[in-house]
């Protein structure tokens, strides 16, 4: 079991309940797997720093999650295939890695609760 | 004499170079891992056309250096940051 991370971009022209039945397919894909979901970020509709597709904007979704290796190839040809996504980046995190997204985590839940 | 010592004058006044040590900023933070998902930050370690700026200017450590340009590239291709910019900052 590993500890890895994704983001991936969805294409702009969804609607936000498309954009959800995507990240929502995705995450179904991981726990059929055996994927443990441990956090998810939305970052919403952020500008890109250059055009992908000849498009400027995209969705952006975060999930951190343990899986087994043969998952990530699972996971990424997913993506390959779904049109939906424009661009992707999966990295296992080392210790230190591990480290600041566990402090990452527990700043965004602090945060959440003050709110 | 005594007095020809003092003849010598200079225009300017003798600059002594105290060289300003160049530290890594990651080692005295305390930083052990550079995010890509924080442009903002990574910003610091690029020139205006989205270079990435040498360990001679920064005075990175080689460790965090390495850090450093994996995160930006990371970071590249996340679209976050551009490949070639002018202006940047």
């Given at each position: ?95 230190f ?19 | ?30 930083i052990k891992y ?56």
């Amino acid at each position: 079991m590993n500890q890895y991370e994704t983001v991936f971009i969805l294409t702009p022209v969804l609607s936000d309940a498309q954009m959800k039945e995507a990240v929502e397919k995705f995450k179904g894909i991981l726990t059929d797997e055996g994927a443990e979901i441990v956090n998810e970020e939305n970052w919403g509709m952020r500008k890109l720093a250059y055009p992908i597709d000849k498009k400027s904007t995209g969705f952006y979704q975060f999930i951190e999650f343990n899986a087994e290796p043969e998952v990530v190839d699972k996971l990424e040809v997913n993506f390959r295939r779904d049109e939906r996504i424009i661009r992707f980046l999966t990295i296992k995190q080392d210790k230190f890695a591990a480290e600041y997204a566990a402090k990452r985590r527990n700043l965004r839940q602090s945060t959440t609760e003050e709110v | 004499m005594a007095e020809k010592k003092s003849e010598i004058r200079y225009l300017a006044p003798q600059t002594v170079d105290v060289k300003k040590k160049k530290y890594c900023r990651f080692k005295k933070a305390g930083i052990k891992y550079v995010d890509y998902k924080d442009p903002e930050f990574l910003k610091r370690f690029l020139n205006e056309q989205g270079k990435i700026l040498p360990r001679r200017i920064t005075g990175n450590s080689l460790k965090f250096q390495r850090r450093v340009a994996q995160a930006v590239k990371r970071a590249r291709h996340l679209a976050l940051l551009p490949y070639v910019t002018d202006m940047m900052k």
